[in-house]
């Protein structure tokens, strides 16, 4: 099994970077922690204080995921060892999850959720890779209907992962977005959406051949080899083509208001948008090889933008 540094408590968001909707199809796909917003589990104070009623309501739905695993349990359907009735008595004395990690943004909110209860509770770790990813999925099942275990995995290993068919590895941080001029970030759409809608269409269409899921699968993993290889050029070419692929084939998944800065990125040559997740919302990622000439011509955009500081992977300056 992979080793992992313990953590201090608080478990991060995930990105997954390269790889949505191919990973459908098994292709690569490379995640990585977002430490820009992060939950954890703690107690409501005796004090009320200003996210008291979000607490009480964390609360509640502690309880009813308890509840969960404890029916669970009884069905046999739950076959690892998870100490339910400390969980419970727990939350009987405030027990909530903390977190500022949106939901609705395919920013893997429940699945650090996961990742802080199985650390917390399962009294013996799964020893190996498959076992531990097919364990934490059962766990976020609850949330998702059916859950990959991809999010609760990077959540608890806190270190990016590539995700290749049904196995994994940490892999090390990349060199060639760290000159302080490039860089990775995320625009925020300020909008939530929900995935399962959005994969149907897309499985749908892959079937009447008007997405061609094998050429998705096919760009994402030569980005992902050039991400981890460090080959710029290679990345910065296929980047922009993934770009305007996904404009072309996948524009359902955009938000309409996004749309025409989607666009501009691509006739500037400036900076080039993907999806991150499922979108319909959430958040977008984008590339610029000049971030400093990214925010001038973005000066007048009313989107938030948030540069991916992930001590892990990629990062660049804002200066």
């Known amino acids: 099994m992979i080793q992992r540094t313990k953590n201090n408590g608080r478990y991060y968001a995930k990105l997954m970077l390269f790889g949505e909707y191919s990973i459908i199809n098994k292709s690569k796909a490379l995640t990585v922690p977002f430490k820009h917003f992060s939950g954890e589990l703690t107690f409501i104070p005796d004090n009320k204080y200003t996210a008291y009623d979000y607490a009480k309501d964390s609360n509640r739905q502690l309880r009813d995921y308890a509840l969960y695993l404890e029916e669970a349990y009884r069905s046999g359907e739950l076959d690892f060892s998870i100490d339910i009735k400390r969980l419970l008595l727990d939350i009987e004395s405030g027990l909530y999850f903390d977190s500022s990690i949106p939901q609705g943004y395919g920013a893997g909110s429940s699945g650090a959720l996961i990742a802080a209860i ?3 509770y399962v009294t013996v770790y799964a020893q190996k890779a498959d076992k531990l990813r097919n364990q934490l999925a059962f766990m976020e099942n609850f949330f998702h209907g059916r859950s990959s275990g991809i999010d609760p995995l990077v959540a608890w ?3 990016p992962l590539l995700i290749e068919d049904d196995d994994f590895k940490v892999v090390d941080k990349p060199d060639f977005i760290s000159t302080g001029k490039e860089g990775l970030f995320l625009i925020d759409t300020a909008q939530t959406s929900k ?5 149907d269409f897309f499985l749908e269409q892959t079937k009447l051949g008007n997405i061609d899921s094998k050429y998705l699968s096919e760009i ?3 980005i992902i080899s050039a991400v981890l290889g460090n080959q710029m050029t290679d990345f910065k070419r296929l980047m922009r ?3 305007q692929w996904q404009l072309t084939h996948m524009r359902k998944m955009i938000p309409s208001h996004m749309e025409d800065f989607w666009k501009n990125g691509i006739d500037q040559d400036l900076y080039y948008t993907k999806l991150c997740g499922s979108g319909g919302g959430g958040f977008l990622l984008g590339y610029t090889h000049d971030y400093n000439a990214f925010l001038k011509s973005a000066v007048n955009v009313d989107y938030k933008f948030i540069p991916v500081q992930v001590p892990e992977m990629a ?3 804002q200066k």
């Open 241 to 243: 083509e993934l770009s």
């Open 118 to 120: 199985y650390d917390q």
């Open 157 to 159: 290993y806190q270190e």
């Open 220 to 222: 994402n993993n030569r």
């Open 195 to 199: 995935t399962q809608p959005l994969v």
């Open 315 to 317: 990062t660049f300056s």
